[in-house]
């Protein structure tokens, strides 16, 4: 059996401190749950990695070259963050699109179903040279045996993705309820570590550069609608590809 193996940039959220009101642990790699710029933009897509799928919204060249591989390979996707933690990997189960001319997709979003394994933040690192933000391929030249590699040590150890998804839930419920993020508001601004946080840092940034608005709002709205990709998608039909 040969499997093919991408491994892909994965926007994590920065740790608040440890008796922060949002109650985070530190052994879940967060996804950008805050939705903190990356490079001019507000990064509002991403993985959906609270149900276990992945879309084309982020790394869209590479899940397609993925995708179109061999079907009768193996096919995984490994996440590696911007501390050079290894997260895990999705081992996808099926492949399919879904037709939207949201999301500057060219009217439809490629789509996977995933058997997915996720680790502990920082016990396996990848030490080699500094990766960009793009990704890289088992079927590129030199990447087939360090990808192998992360593979078998990824499955050394415990699979938390239960917790994982327990935890992206919750907090994304939260985001979504008007009562918890005016509880969160008032709890962050009496924090006396907030000046020390890099959650808050980032909040009041946002503050500055938008004075009538705030991003405990910006969450909240959000995540109540349409800018965020599972509102939408969850409501589309599924084109699976045989």
Same mark, same amino acid.
Request: glycine share 4%; proline share 5%; hydrophobic share 35%.
């Given at each position: 059996?040969?499997?093919?193996?991408?491994?892909?940039?994965?926007?994590?959220?920065?740790?608040?401190?440890?008796?922060?009101?949002?109650?985070?642990? +530190?052994?879940?790699?967060?996804?950008?749950?805050?939705?903190?710029? %990356?490079?001019?933009?507000?990064?509002? $897509?991403?993985?959906?990695?609270?149900?276990?799928?992945?879309? &084309?919204?982020?790394?869209?060249?590479?899940?397609?070259?993925?995708?179109?591989?061999?079907?009768?390979?193996?096919?995984?996707?490994?996440?590696?963050?911007?501390?050079?933690?290894?997260?895990?990997?999705?081992?996808? $189960?099926?492949?399919?699109?879904?037709?939207?001319?949201?999301?500057?997709?060219?009217?439809?979003?490629?789509?996977?179903? +995933?058997?997915?394994?996720?680790?502990?933040?920082? &016990?396996? =690192?990848? *030490?080699?040279?500094?990766?960009?933000?793009?990704?890289?391929?088992?079927?590129?030249?030199?990447?087939?045996?360090?990808?192998?590699?992360?593979?078998?040590?990824?499955?050394?150890?415990?699979?938390? %993705?239960?917790?994982?998804?327990?935890?992206?839930?919750?907090?994304?419920?939260?985001?979504?309820?008007?009562?918890?993020?005016?509880?969160?508001?008032?709890? %962050?601004?009496? %924090? =006396?570590?907030?000046? *020390?946080? =890099?959650?808050?840092?980032?909040?009041?940034?946002?503050? =500055?550069?938008?004075?009538?608005?705030?991003?405990?709002? +910006?969450?909240?709205?959000?995540?109540?609608?349409?800018?965020?990709?599972?509102? &939408?998608?969850?409501?589309?039909?599924?084109?699976?590809?045989?």
């Amino acid at each position: 059996m040969i499997d093919d193996i991408v491994l892909f940039y994965y926007y994590s959220s920065p740790m608040p401190p440890s008796d922060c009101w949002l109650k985070m642990t +530190a052994d879940v790699a967060y996804r950008n749950m805050f939705l903190f710029p %990356c490079g001019s933009d507000i990064h509002f $897509e991403f993985p959906v990695f609270e149900d276990h799928s992945y879309n &084309t919204i982020c790394n869209k060249k590479g899940l397609r070259n993925l995708i179109q591989r061999p079907p009768e390979n193996r096919k995984f996707i490994i996440f590696r963050n911007s501390d050079q933690d290894i997260i895990g990997y999705y081992r996808i $189960e099926k492949s399919y699109y879904q037709e939207t001319k949201m999301f500057n997709n060219n009217g439809f979003v490629w789509g996977i179903e +995933a058997e997915p394994y996720l680790i502990r933040r920082g &016990t396996i =690192k990848y *030490d080699g040279p500094r990766l960009r933000q793009g990704f890289q391929a088992s079927w590129h030249g030199g990447w087939e045996r360090r990808l192998k590699e992360f593979l078998i040590r990824i499955q050394e150890e415990e699979n938390i %993705c239960d917790l994982y998804q327990q935890e992206t839930n919750r907090l994304i419920n939260l985001f979504q309820s008007s009562a918890d993020i005016g509880k969160w508001r008032i709890a %962050c601004k009496a %924090c =006396k570590l907030r000046f *020390d946080c =890099k959650v808050s840092r980032k909040f009041s940034t946002y503050e =500055k550069v938008h004075p009538n608005s705030d991003m405990f709002s +910006a969450l909240n709205n959000v995540y109540n609608s349409n800018l965020y990709s599972r509102n &939408t998608l969850s409501k589309l039909p599924k084109i699976y590809i045989k």
